[in-house]
């Protein structure tokens, strides 16, 4: 289970790294992000100076939008990465080569356990460079840039590393498993267009939940995007100030919302892997 | 006749589709360990179901298969592990060079790092893609490619090799040296191999044994020569100024020379005769008695074309016939299979 699930990871991050511009890509999409919506958006403007509010209520510890869309921006990342997890596995199956894996003695589970590792390696390696380019912003005059807290340390760094990895491993387990169920790419776009803007603009990526109305402030209170950007933003800045859950509440959500779509699409990939 | 050294057996094989598409129907034969194992068919006979059952792609629907002495159904695993599979696709990853392929071929047959090494540079030698084992294989030819799939399969030493049409679609010059390879491993290993093929000079030259399948059925399965003689002998076609009774009454009063079958074709007299060497210069000299003028003489050996003509009633590569029932097939295994036929 082990050297063939290595192997497959091996080949996917392969695949991967030799497309090219791939590189340029890792950067440059973050960049715009970071750059046109974070920057462009600089919504806290409008509240300073206004007496009797602490920014940092709205922006969940941040002092500055930047910094708070540029943790949510991670997520973002996760998101795509996880929901187009599936798409290579429909190439596989037109090109004869998931039916080479089937007819080798592996373990079936090895099949979407790497896709959904290789996946989430690739997207925790984005997540890195968009922390790292947004931190670096604040050496660039006129740009803001993303604060850490002077506190920020290993176990920090770790803590996030586990909310991207649970957010990734959740959705890529449901996507890997419509990979192995749709034989066609349009049908499982049509499924990723259907989650991809309502999963992030329902949560508290890029919107302070302050700013929100009522009934979506209770429908991002239970989006798993909410739980790892709140869980992730207190590592970041250091303080409770404008969360919604406390840390440990959030690692739960995540984590009961990761058991719930890894146990299904466990369910999921095994009955499209059986034979007929 | 099963006997002890048969490597797959199979008894009343059935694939039905839905909407009734009869794939495999009610098959049964035996492999014996150390032959090449034709299954010669047009497209949409079955061949490519059959194969995918015993590689354990497929169900069967009825009946049962096993290889080398475990069942496809029930013992999958143990069947994987001493087969190996050349698919009819191109299956090797493009972004990945060829060395790395077999290298992650070897993985996937938990084959230790430092034998899978030793075992990579003997298969690139041999199908001689040792000098481009390090270029991506979108950058290979064809036929490289092809070469590539084969040595990938037989990464772990198999004891059954299939080859699902093996040369489908290549030039020539990579169809013989396909055909080399695998008479070189039959001669240099003990490997059964399993092919399937439409292309009956391929099946002639390579099979020790041949099954002809047809709409899912086994309509004949013996050795080449067996299946030749089963047509019933050669043909010589003499080529005279004018064919008629006269003449074939002459051709049928010659002394030795047992005919099967005398009639004219256009101005050519046929004459089907059990064994054509001996028979020949006793005709001749029977037209020559009489003073007839042969302008041509040809000598039709029966061939596996032939053979295929006498038990299916029609051309091999006749595929028009039974093209609603092919569609059927095809579309009934979409994307169940190899996937896209390139």
């Not at chain 1, 992000?33 to 403007?45: C, D, E, M, R, T």
């Not at chain 2, 772990?156 to 090799?161: A, F, R, T, W």
């Not at chain 2, 020949?280 to 000299?285: A, G, K, T």
């Not at chain 2, 029966?302 to 059927?328: I, M, V």
Request: glycine residues 10%; charged residues 20%.
């Amino acid at each position: 289970m082990l050297g063939e699930t290595y192997a497959l990871v091996v080949r996917d991050l392969r695949r991967w790294y030799r497309t090219p511009g791939q590189i340029i890509l890792v950067f440059t999409t973050p960049l715009m992000w970071l750059l046109l919506f974070g920057q462009a958006f600089n919504i806290g403007k409008l509240a300073q100076g206004a007496p009797g509010i602490d920014i940092r209520e709205v922006f969940g510890g941040a002092t500055d939008y930047f910094s708070f869309m540029a943790v949510g921006q991670t997520t973002f990342i996760i998101l795509f990465g996880s929901l187009f997890s599936g798409v290579s596995l429909i190439w596989d199956r037109k090109t004869g080569f998931l039916a080479k894996l089937q007819v080798a003695p592996i373990s079936r589970a090895s099949i979407p356990v790497s896709r959904m590792l290789s996946t989430v390696v690739k997207a925790l390696l984005q997540a890195v460079v968009v922390l790292v380019l947004a931190a670096a912003f604040v050496f660039i005059p006129g740009l803001s840039g993303l604060r850490f807290s002077p506190d920020f340390g290993i176990l920090e760094a770790l803590g996030i590393a586990l909310f991207l990895m649970l957010l990734g491993l959740s959705l890529a387990a449901l996507f890997v498993a419509l990979g192995l169920i749709v034989r066609n790419e349009e049908t499982l776009f049509g499924m990723i267009n259907l989650l991809n803007f309502p999963l992030m603009f329902t949560s508290s990526a890029l919107i302070p939940i302050a700013l929100m109305p009522e009934w979506l402030k209770t429908v991002a209170g239970y989006n798993p995007i909410t739980f790892v950007v709140d869980g992730m933003r207190q590592l970041v800045f250091h303080t409770s100030i404008g969360a919604q859950y406390s840390v440990g509440v959030d690692f739960l959500g995540i984590a009961v919302f990761a058991a719930l779509m890894i146990s299904l699409g466990a369910v999921l990939s095994r009955k499209a892997l059986l034979r007929s | 006749m099963p006997s002890d050294n048969s490597v797959i057996r199979v008894q009343a094989l059935q694939k039905i589709f839905p909407g009734d598409v009869r794939a495999v129907d009610s098959v049964s034969f035996e492999v014996r360990e150390g032959e090449v194992f034709g299954f010669l068919g047009p497209n949409g006979a079955g061949k490519t179901t059959t194969i995918s059952i015993l590689n354990t792609l497929m169900l069967p629907t009825g009946g049962r298969a096993e290889v080398l002495g475990f069942d496809v159904v029930t013992q999958a695993s143990q069947v994987r592990k001493g087969i190996g599979l050349v698919p009819q696709d191109l299956t090797s990853d493009e972004e990945l060079t060829g060395r790395e392929n077999i290298e992650l071929q070897s993985s996937l047959y938990h084959i230790p790092y430092s034998e899978a090494n030793k075992r990579a540079d003997e298969l690139l030698a041999l199908v001689g893609l040792t000098d481009s084992q390090h270029r991506v294989v979108k950058t290979y030819s064809g036929g490289m490619k092809k070469r590539l799939e084969f040595a990938t399969g037989l990464v772990h030493n198999p004891k059954i090799l299939f080859l699902d049409e093996p040369t489908l679609g290549l030039d020539i010059q990579t169809r013989t040296s396909i055909w080399e390879h695998i008479r070189k491993l039959r001669s240099e290993s003990n490997m059964t191999i399993f092919v399937t093929t439409h292309y009956l000079e391929e099946a002639d030259g390579l099979c020790d044994r041949i099954a002809i399948i047809d709409h899912g059925k086994i309509i004949a399965l013996d050795t080449p020569d067996g299946l030749k003689k089963a047509v019933g002998g050669d043909v010589i076609e003499v080529e005279i100024a004018e064919c008629n009774e006269n003449v074939l009454e002459m051709i049928r009063s010659i002394k030795g020379v047992t005919l099967l079958e005398g009639k004219c074709s256009g101005n050519r007299a046929r004459i089907k005769v059990p064994e054509s060497n001996a028979a020949l210069p006793l005709i001749l000299e029977g037209f020559w008695s009489k003073k007839v003028a042969v302008l041509n003489v040809a000598v039709k050996k029966p061939s596996l074309d032939q053979a295929f003509l006498e038990y299916t009633g029609r051309e091999l590569r006749d595929e028009d016939k039974g093209e609603g029932r092919k569609a059927g097939v095809a579309a009934a295994k979409k994307g169940r299979l190899f996937g896209r036929r390139r």
